[in-house]
């Protein structure tokens, strides 16, 4: 196998264990541990983002009122997310299936 045979089929393999490894973090463990927000620690304020990971969590888990609760927006950023990662997926394919030259 041809190296950029083998980083292809990392991408693939990344791409394929990334929502295993967020659907086994339980809601509760990203409830518990917040992440820092830079916006919210200079403005005080929340940011529009702010609650996305755990609203993409709840989703994940099949919680949509609960993740519509923790942000609003995850109504457009999981479908989106989704085609982005459909898309990186059959693109990582793609290159893994190339014959090398």
């Excluded at 609650?51 to 927006?73: D, E, V, Y």
């Excluded at 479908?79 to 982005?84: E, Q, Y």
């Amino acid at each position: 196998m041809h190296r950029s045979s083998y980083m292809a089929l990392g991408k693939v393999a990344g791409y394929l264990l990334l929502p295993c490894l967020f659907l086994l973090i339980p809601t509760q463990w990203f409830e518990a541990h917040p992440a820092p927000c830079l916006y919210r620690m200079l403005f005080r304020r929340r940011c529009p983002g702010c609650g996305m990971t755990r609203a993409l969590s709840c989703a994940a888990h099949g919680r949509f009122r609960r993740a519509l609760g923790h942000n609003k927006l995850v109504v457009i950023v999981l479908p989106l997310g989704l085609l982005a990662w459909v898309q990186g997926l059959i693109t990582a394919m793609r290159v893994y299936r190339q014959p090398a030259c």
